[in-house]
């Protein structure tokens, strides 16, 4: 009888962190893939724009942060946090309105992904480092197949922009989530991104303002980032950060589920193929690379 109960509890055995984290990261690709349908309206940077000022206003009402008991440096990495998570919604944005959502995330997940190999080789423990940039930049290859006539050259620039800004991101994120508790990092970052693309999202926003027009935004503002950094925050309380960086690996994958479900995006073969080499390399240096 010991023998057949201990099996059906190993596999009841799952951590809540997970689910978590697949929840979240369903929510971001959702959330961008419903947001295409307010390019035709105001445009893919004013849509970004739109998103990060409800996004900004949430947070403060949640968090409140108190500014003068924080310090300049910590102040100065959210600051930074928040103009590049701005940058990088723009530049995401501006490609998923180009090329279709799974490509954009394959080209942008070598940000990660470089992230992941720079300090996995950083440690000495990957053995076999050398072969998963050449796996990953072969399974893009394979998405974008730029050898073909009708690739879309400014959307892979604008999906590989995304990638350098989410490096960074993650780099920041760890910094200011190491010295600032609580969500005060998003209260200060998200505001800023806010005001960091103001200027580029204003005008075609207020040239169509309406209350369906706000309310929208206000959904799309929920489904990424609200919602999606909170379960995040749950999520890691949950996980060790190796097995969160493989879970995160799974997002191309998501991404094209999504894409094909929600946007009719139906890659061919060989895309499929190019992502899931992309995700096999991400999930081996996320396994080799773990945060003590």
Known sequence: MEGMTAPSATAARVNPGALLAIASMSLVQLGAALSTGMFATIGPVATAWLRLA?????????????????????????????VTSGALTVLFFAAIERIPL?????IEF??????????????????????????????VLLVTQPWQGGADLLGFAYAAGAGTCWAV???????????????????????????????????????????GLLLEGLFLALLLPVVPYALELLAL????????????????????????VVLSQL??????????????????????GPRE
Do not use: C, K
Not at 110 to 130: H, K, Q, T
Not at 279 to 284: K, L
């Open 54 to 82: 409800w996004a900004g206003v949430i947070f403060l009402v949640i968090a409140r942060p108190r500014l003068r008991s924080l310090r300049r440096a910590d102040l100065s990495a959210a600051a930074m946090l928040g």
């Open 102 to 106: 799974a490509t954009a995330v394959a």
């Open 110 to 139: 070598l940000g990660p992904l470089a992230v992941g190999l720079f300090s996995s080789s950083g440690r000495g423990r990957n053995r076999w480092g050398a072969l998963w940039p050449v796996l990953a930049f072969g399974g």
């Open 169 to 211: 991101y993650i780099l920041l994120t760890q910094r200011v989530g190491d010295n600032l508790g609580g969500l005060q990092g998003l209260a200060i970052s998200m505001p800023v991104a806010a005001l960091a693309t103001l200027p580029f999202g204003l005008g075609a926003t207020v040239a169509h303002l309406s209350p």
């Open 237 to 260: 309380r949950r996980l060790d950060a190796a097995s969160f960086g493989t879970l995160m690996s799974l997002e191309p994958a998501l991404a094209l589920v999504i894409g094909a």
């Open 267 to 288: 890659p061919q073969p060989v895309q499929i193929g190019g992502i899931a080499l992309v995700t096999v390399a991400a999930i081996a240096v996320a396994r080799s």
